[in-house]
Structure formats: C-alpha cells, structure tokens
C-alpha cells in the first residue's frame, strides 16, 4: 500500500472514531473493551477489566514531597531556575507557591474518578441485567473494594492524615456513589470519607469475592483483605491492621526472589507476576525506571542489595542520574524490563505493612520476623533483624529504625513511602522533618505540618463543584 492510500485510511479511521466518541457521550464517556451497550452482566464485567492508568508517576510529586526521589527526567538547576512551578514547590519545599494556581488539571485526579465512575455504572446497572445472583454479587463486589481503594488513594493524597481527633474537622473528598453526571458531588468531611471506605471494604463485601484470581485487574480475596488492612492502618488502627493484612498474606503471600539478579545482572519484574494484586500504573509498564533518588533515599540501601550491587548501569546508576538531574551522588534506574506497582498492591510491601503493625502492637520480634522474610531475599548474605533483637531486645522506636530504611527502599516507586510519612508525621514519636540536600543548590526542609503534604484538588473540578474547597 503507498502513503497516498494511507492518508485517505487514516483519515476515515479517524472521523469513524470521532464518531464513536460522540456516540459514547449519552454512555457516561466509558469506553470498556470491545464494543458495549453495558445492557447485560458480560458487558457490565467488562468494566472491571481495566488496565489502569493514573498518567502521573509517584515520582512527579508525592515521591518528590517525601524526598525519596529528585523527580524523573527532572533537572534540578532548571527547576530551581523556575521559581513559579509545581515542580519548584516541591523540589524546594517553597510554600509560597500557589499551587492550586497552578494546577489547572491532573491527570491522576482525573482518571481515579473516571474509574470510579466504571464502577458505580457496573453498580447502578447490574441489578437490572439477567444473570445469576452469585454472580452478580461477585462483581458488584469487586466494584464495591475497587471503589473504596480508589477513594482511598485519592484522600490520601488530597487531604489530610487521618487522626481520629480531627478527622470530623476536616476535609476529605467527594465519595462519588452515582452516575449523575448533572449532580454536584459534596466533598464530604475526613472522616465521613473514611466511614464511606470502611463501608465498601466490609469483612461482608471482602467474603463476596473469589478466593484468588490470576487477573491482575480484578479484586480477589486477598486484595480486599489488603485494602481493609491498609486503610486501618492509615487510620492507626494497628491491631487491626494486622489481622487483617494477615489473611491477605495467607492468600497469597508471594515475595519476589532477587536472587537471581547475581547471575542475570539485570532485575527483571513483570507486573503481571503474582506477588501484584491489583495493578495500578501510570502509563508505561515499566517503574521506577528513570526516577531519580534523593541523596538521603541511597543512603538508605542496605549493604549487598542485589539491584545495587548486580545490576550495574540498568539499575541505578550514577552517570545516568548526574547528566539528567544535573547532580553529583544522584542515582538514576535505568532497567527496562522492571515494573513494579505504582498505585496498586503487593504482597511485598504488605509484609513490611504487617511488620510495623505487629512491631506497633507490641509483637516486636514477630514484626521484624516478617521483614526479615523479604530482606533475605533482597539482600546478599543479609543479617537477620531478628538475631539483633534476640541479643538486645528491642524498644518500638528502635524496632521501627531497623525497618523503616529497608521498607522505604522496598516502597521505592510507589505511593506508599508518601502515605507513610504522612502517617508518621501525626504521630508524636515518629514526626521529622525532612532535610533535603542538594549540595551547591541548597538544603531544604520540610515540617511535618507543612501544607505541601496535602496536593491540590485541580481547577478543573474545583471550577465545577463549588463545595470542593481546598484541605489546606
């Protein structure tokens, strides 16, 4: 075929699925996979089936804001230069900046609602579809834990920490329960959002789901045992985290072997590997790569970490990480067949979670034991936390050093360094403040109180819901 029978093809293809688009439009804007009238219980499940995508890498901001990353493909003196960007506000934790000005749209905001209108519509419509009730209560619980974990990540970034002291004080989000796109969504108080999480992660609603699954885009078992324990545990309800992020572990309690990094001298991680979940990315199927980490975070690597010590200039490397963030000591990854789990759930990082959970209640041996069952097979020869305690046994607070360096070079990549520390800074004997150092471009700080923790709702919801207020 020659280019000139090529232009015309493009061309029709394109007014054809202008003409798709326009016809979407009396359907909510859902576009599911394959062709749909979402009038019956296979196209409805349809819905579930998605390969999500947030469009903005933890890296971009919350990464940024916790310090573990510098950015990606961020060079620091040029945005130390801009003195009016996000970027800016972040990278030097200027609170001056108005950011709410700034951020017109967010695509991460965006596409969290858009899914959460996938799983209303599935909601809304199944009851009226014939099939059988088993099945329908399978997939509507599905949408249900999704809708929850949706809303979760979403409060979490845009609000503040929950505390049960102030959470009926503050605000939270809108938690969005219908498909009338003509309704305003009230943001609801912190608290309320949490009740509204709480309701659709239920132990009922988790009892409903499959035992497992080997789609990772769909809620099984151990996924809603997860999201229950990690909204407890954000919620410092750390007793019950922990039962409940056990019986996610009993599901599938699946821990990545880096081992074998030794001899391939490269790490290589598929999202779809069974240690993920749910799946959650950002656009690309590869992460962290081209994140840049901050001084501090390398510092946190353990001696003999297979990815630092194997994998050489596909790992994180130096010369990669000083020509695109313009500074000496900065680490750049650089793998391209690595995708761990941006915005979604691992078992990894669930036994880290139950590790601070068992530590927090007082099983301080039983919590290190759990991170020691993911560091021995992260680290060459690694020294067990567990033998130190057996030979000076360890307070909480110094139980929780040995494994807050480790998780956080676990979470590198994901959201959960940020949530962390947001948590952490609403308590009294874990709040810090952050000291960032960017050698011959300055040291900046970072209070535990500052409002940078809490990201902007973007103009262009704010400018459509006049309850949509700003939490900081």
């Not at 609801?188 to 009892?207: F, H, V």
């Not at 001084?295 to 001696?303: A, D, I, Q, V």
């Amino acid at each position: 075929m020659t280019i000139k029978h090529i232009k015309p093809l493009i061309l029709s293809s394109l007014v054809l699925f202008s003409a798709f688009l326009t016809g979407c439009e009396s359907k909510l804007d859902i576009i599911p996979k394959g062709e749909t009238t979402l009038d019956n219980i296979e196209d409805l499940e349809l819905l579930l089936n998605q390969e999500y995508s947030f469009g903005v890498s933890p890296a971009a901001d919350i990464s940024l804001i916790c310090n573990e990353s510098t950015g990606s493909f961020v060079s620091i003196p040029e945005v130390i230069a801009s003195k009016n960007s996000l970027n800016n506000a972040y990278l030097t934790y200027n609170e001056s900046i108005d950011r709410k000005m700034l951020c017109q749209n967010d695509e991460r905001y965006s596409a969290i609602y858009r899914y959460v209108n996938f799983m209303n519509t599935i909601l809304t419509k199944i009851d009226g579809v014939a099939g059988t009730e088993e099945r329908k209560s399978e997939i509507k619980a599905k949408a249900r834990i999704m809708r929850a974990y949706l809303h979760w990540l979403c409060v979490c970034i845009h609000a503040r920490q929950y505390d049960s002291s102030w959470a009926e004080k503050e605000g939270g989000i809108a938690y969005v329960e219908d498909i009338d796109n003509n309704k305003v969504k009230q943001k609801i108080s912190l608290a309320a959002t949490y009740e509204k999480i709480l309701e659709d992660c239920s132990e009922g609603i988790i009892a409903l789901l499959p035992v497992n699954n080997s789609d990772i885009s769909q809620a099984d078992r151990a996924f809603g045992f997860a999201v229950r324990g990690k909204v407890l545990m954000q919620m410092k309800r750390y007793g019950e985290a922990a039962e409940m992020l056990t019986k996610a572990l009993e599901i599938n309690g699946a821990i990545e072997d880096r081992s074998y990094i030794k001899n391939e001298g490269e790490w290589m991680l598929q999202r779809t590997v069974s240690n993920h979940f749910v799946w959650i990315g950002y656009g690309v199927n590869v992460s962290p790569t081209t994140e840049t980490i901050s001084l501090e975070t390398n510092s946190k690597f353990e001696k003999n970490d297979y990815v630092i010590k194997y994998c050489g200039a596909t790992g994180w490397d130096y010369g990669m990480g000083k020509m695109y963030s313009g500074l000496e000591g900065i680490r750049m990854y650089m793998g391209w067949n690595t995708c761990n789990n941006p915005y979604g759930i691992t078992s990894d990082i669930l036994y880290y979670d139950l590790a601070e959970c068992l530590i927090r209640t007082g099983e301080i041996r039983e919590g290190l034991a759990k991170a020691d069952m993911v560091r021995k097979l992260r680290i060459e020869n690694y020294s067990p936390f567990t033998r130190i305690h057996d030979l000076f046994p360890l307070s909480e607070k110094a139980a929780m050093a040995l494994i807050q360096p480790a998780k956080w070079i676990e979470c590198i990549g994901t959201y959960q360094n940020f949530f962390d520390c947001k948590r952490w800074n609403s308590e009294e004997d874990y709040r810090t403040e952050i000291s960032r150092d960017l050698k011959e471009y300055g040291t900046y700080t970072l209070s535990p109180d500052s409002p940078l923790w809490i990201l902007p709702f973007p103009a262009s919801a704010t400018r459509h819901n006049p309850t949509l207020t700003q939490n900081y």
